[in-house]
Nanobody, 122 residues
Framework: VQLGESGGGSVQSGGSLRISCVVS????????LGWFRQAPGNKREGVAA???????AYADSVKGRFTISQDNGGNTLYLQMNSLKPEVTAMYYC?????????????????WGQGTQVTVSS
């Protein structure tokens, strides 16, 4: 499995951004895909996850502002981010887990992309 993120960039506070992750080699029928972020000096934290069942999970800090989704073929993962704040500035990573329950625990994910930088300025 390979994952490749894109779509990161710089945006002003209050703005929106959609980041994408192309997933190749995905043959499992049961899996979860997640978005994580890591800012310099901070631990990697889970942002949102979606299972092959369609069930989703979100960190409390992003509920109502971020939306995770997949395209119909399941090959592209998206994270729509609205009402962005400077504190969400970080490198964002997509990852794949073998579990069909969406989890925000990074240890549950075995495959990771290289990340895409999101910077929100005030």
């Amino acid at each position: 499995v390979q994952l490749g993120e894109s779509g990161g960039g710089s945006v002003q506070s209050g703005g929106s951004l959609r980041i994408s992750c192309v997933v190749s080699g995905l043959t499992d029928s049961d899996y979860s895909l997640g978005w994580f972020r890591q800012a310099p000096g901070n631990k990697r934290e889970g942002v949102a996850a979606i299972a092959s069942t369609g069930r989703t999970a979100y960190a409390d800090s992003v509920k109502g502002r971020f939306t995770i989704s997949q395209d119909n073929g399941g090959n592209t993962l998206y994270l729509q981010m609205n009402s962005l704040k400077p504190e969400v500035t970080a490198m964002y990573y997509c990852a794949k887990s073998a579990f069909f329950i969406p989890t925000l625990v990074s240890n549950e994910y075995l495959y990771w992309g290289q990340g895409t930088q999101v910077t929100v300025s005030s």
